[in-house]
């Protein structure tokens, strides 16, 4: 319950820190536009009563009210439409950007491993439009029960019997409770098969895969599988939806007695003199009106739910975002406090990092696949580092350690002797530089698109242009119409699309941005490119390393052709997670293992 509290808090928070007075003034214009209706009913009966007894003052009064009460109801009509628009705009932006913050504000990696997380993320980023939803929810709830509440002192002033009318909203309410039970057990039970109904349909009309589908002859199998799929999820949707009708049936078989007992009530009492013909009036008016609110109650209801469930995933991604920065508060703390203060990254390495008997393992479905095990070796100060390795063997795993994205199980990634998560992690990240193999296509200008890699100096169109000469990047940019300037990206009016290579060395140079980086590295991030233009590229970044020695920055590169890390300073062979083979090109054909077999082979492969 505290939970649903809670999460009710945070979203009817987020609404009204995005928009105060509107979501204010949504929730007041909401009663005064739902008293209005039975007051408006109210009006007439005290018309009728008034004509059928000659008070003509009272009718005139009668219809001042009815008149004013119209004209208010119509002004907060417009009112209430405004702010629940610019309620829903303003929330719908705050909500997203504190989205954005919380998934991409995490520190590390960790949590993209964790299949809760993924999972709530996930469901958050579809259903995200909801989390704008609260304020409008609750003040349709609100103007239900206002309706509902004015509805009932009417009618019990006429005879407290007829209370039951406003009553009969709790079966309409418990039935479509069920309708949507029914409805969402159907959507649990196909939402399996409508993810792969729609994955077939994004494999079956993405152009990047239009290719491949025609050389296997695919588009007709696919197009087979996704009639069948389909075919499955709309039976058993389709039988919810005749199951929902035949409680829509029920629903309106006991509001319709409802609303016919309660005019038969009035009437009877008028016949014995104890109610006035307004007062009939007055309950067919109320009872009309009823089933329409009691429609609009089950609507709000539903809606509220949905919202809440959202709101619940989101309450749980804040708790989460807050209980990692509590952790790395707690961490900071424990440096501050201890004897020598937090230990400053290093303006230049002397010793360099070394790795000491690392072990790290990826858990999920709870369990934990020691993918590093045992992991040791000195990447020495000022040196080019070649990871070699097949498929799996644990490269990339080994580099998102070294840039302290995750943190070893046991043993220590140590950089001048001095534990890599003593430091803070903001100040090593800045100090890390280079590109990985899923690299971001990032739809801005190219100078943009380049120059986040060093955010100060996103400006400096010579920073950007050198970056893109180191990164092989600059021919992509001659050939664009608007240089440096152009927008990139097809979906664009005025983008410009660039192929798989190219969107490339633009990462490259992004990586390229940062001045003395301590820890450079480039994991594959060539893989769309041939093996010559890897091989020259790899060779200026080496060059490059090599002239920014004086500060003792490391550079780790990544690569499967086996041509290109042979200039290496330093090769480092990894199988299944441990270290087998390590120094120069030349030192490890001469010792003929692993390294001197998978060499030899690509060599004689590109003969
Ligand atoms: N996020 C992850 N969650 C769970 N397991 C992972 C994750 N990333 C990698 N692994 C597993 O860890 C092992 C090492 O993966 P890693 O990406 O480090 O290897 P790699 O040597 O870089 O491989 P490749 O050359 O194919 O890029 C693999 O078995 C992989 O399946």
């Known amino acids: 319950m505290r939970d649903t509290l809670r999460s009710y808090g945070a979203l009817m928070g987020i609404g009204f820190r995005a928009a105060p007075w509107h979501a204010t003034w949504q929730l007041l214009t909401g009663i005064v536009t739902a008293v209005s209706l039975p007051v408006a009913a109210l009006g007439i009966k005290i018309i009728v009563d008034a004509s059928l007894s000659d008070d003509l003052n009272g009718a005139l009064y009668a219809a001042l009210l009815l008149g004013g009460t119209c004209a208010a109801a119509l002004a907060s009509v417009f009112y209430y439409v405004h702010c629940l628009f610019t309620v829903r705009e303003r929330a719908g932006a705050h909500a997203t950007r504190e989205l954005m913050d919380l998934v991409g504000g995490t520190h590390g990696l960790a949590h993209h491993e964790n ?139 006991i509001s319709a007695l409802g609303y016919i007992g309660a005019i038969a009530l009035v009437l009877m009492l008028a016949v014995r003199q104890e109610a006035t013909p307004g007062d009939v009036v007055l309950v067919v008016g109320l009872a009309a009106q009823m089933s329409s609110t009691v429609g609009t109650a089950v609507g709000y209801g539903t809606h509220f739910l949905q919202v809440l469930t959202v709101g619940q995933r989101f309450t749980w991604l804040r708790r989460y ?124 200008t190219v100078r943009e698109n380049v120059g986040v890699g060093d955010l100060p100096r996103i400006e400096d169109h010579a920073a950007v242009g050198a970056a893109l000469e180191r990164g092989g990047g600059s021919g992509v940019v001659a050939d664009l119409p608007d240089g440096l300037g152009t927008r990139l990206g097809g979906r664009w009016p005025d983008g410009v699309e660039l192929s798989g290579g190219q969107w490339q060395k633009l990462a490259l140079a992004r990586g390229l941005m940062r001045q003395a980086p301590l820890l450079c590295v480039f994991d594959e991030p060539t893989a769309a490119l041939d093996a010559h233009t890897e091989h020259a590229l790899f060779e200026r970044f080496a060059a490059a390393a090599r002239e920014n020695r004086d500060i003792g920055g490391i550079t780790v590169l990544v690569s499967h052709r086996f041509s290109t890390v042979s200039m290496a300073d330093m090769i480092v062979v990894l199988d299944d997670g441990r270290v087998t083979e390590t120094g120069t090109h030349r030192e490890l054909m001469a010792r003929g293992g692993t390294y001197a077999e998978l060499y030899g082979l690509q060599s004689r492969g590109y003969r």
């Open 321 to 444: 975002a807050a209980d990692e920065r509590r952790a790395l508060r707690a961490l900071a703390a424990a440096r501050d406090a201890s004897a020598a203060g937090p230990p400053a990254v290093p303006g230049r390495l002397r010793e360099g990092i070394e790795l000491r008997d690392v072990h790290f393992g990826y858990t999920g479905g709870g369990q934990t696949r020691e993918v590093l095990r045992g992991v040791s070796c000195l990447l020495p100060p000022g040196s080019v580092v070649a990871l070699v390795g097949d498929n799996g063997a644990g490269k990339s795993t080994l580099v998102k350690l070294l840039c302290g994205f995750y943190r070893p199980g046991s043993g220590s990634v140590l950089v001048d002797g001095v534990e890599l998560s003593a430091f803070d992690p903001a100040e090593w990240r800045d100090r890390c530089a280079g590109a990985f193999q899923d690299y971001a296509r990032l739809e801005f």
């Open 115 to 253: 299949p809760d997380y993924l999972d709530q993320v996930q469901r958050i980023r579809q259903e995200q439009d909801q989390l704008s939803g609260m304020v409008n929810a609750t003040a349709g709830i609100v103007r239900v029960g206002a309706t509902l509440g004015v509805t009932a002192v009417l009618l019990v002033a006429i005879d407290p019997r007829l209370l039951f009318l406003p009553l009969l909203a709790l079966p309409s309410l418990w039935l479509g409770k069920v309708r949507r039970d029914v409805r969402k057990r159907a959507d649990e039970a196909t939402s399996e098969s409508e993810r792969l109904r729609r994955h077939l349909f994004e494999l079956g009309t993405a152009p990047e895969y239009g290719a491949e589908l025609r050389v296997f002859g695919l588009t007709e199998v696919l197009g087979d599988r996704h009639r069948k799929v389909a075919a499955e999820v709309t039976a058993r949707r389709s039988r919810a939806d005749w199951q929902a009708a035949g409680l829509s049936v029920i629903d309106a078989v």
